[in-house]
């Protein structure tokens, strides 16, 4: 234990600085879902929320790659809740115009209660704002279809590289200067 102590005051001694930067999501939608039970043809619409939150490698990356818990509400039928792994472009994890595609496994609860294969498509745009469009195949031949409009609050605020020349982002992750630009006047 000493020993451990010891390397740990040693490293803290020589680092100046540790810096990492992250992507992160934080998105809250509603929309409509479509539930088919493709095995007899029939099917029914539901009004959906969704709710997504997760972490990523950096965004100053052309490509971002990460993962999201994710829980979907189709309200009168269920919800789906687990987890998946996310890809982005750069602009979609900076809060700008970009997209990204969740592949993962869900569990089902609710009617028809199980397992569930999902696949989502990101469709981002500056202010944090986004479209969701997703698939899901579960149980008993069932299938849903999502559409949803929401908000993603970390690329609304700490992600933010839109509309900067109105609304100034103090703090923006990346820095500018992790990205090959010099920093704005004003916002060091």
Known sequence: MGLACGAL???GGVVEEARADVASWMFVGAGWSRVQDTAVGEGSDYPAVLVDVG???SPAAP???GGVLHGSGHIGFGSDWG???RVTTGGYSRGHW?????VGAQYRFGERPGAVG?????????WGLGVSAGAAYGPEDVATFTVVLGVDFARLTVHRTSGTNWLPNPHPSPRPEDMGRAPRPGLE
Do not use: C, E, F, K
Request: proline share 4%; aromatic share 0%.
């Open 9 to 11: 005051v040693l490293v």
């Open 55 to 57: 972490l990523g490698t």
């Open 63 to 65: 490509l971002v790659i």
């Open 83 to 85: 987890g998946a792994l």
């Open 98 to 102: 970009g997209l990204g595609l969740d």
């Open 118 to 126: 999902s696949t989502r498509l990101l469709l981002g745009g500056p």
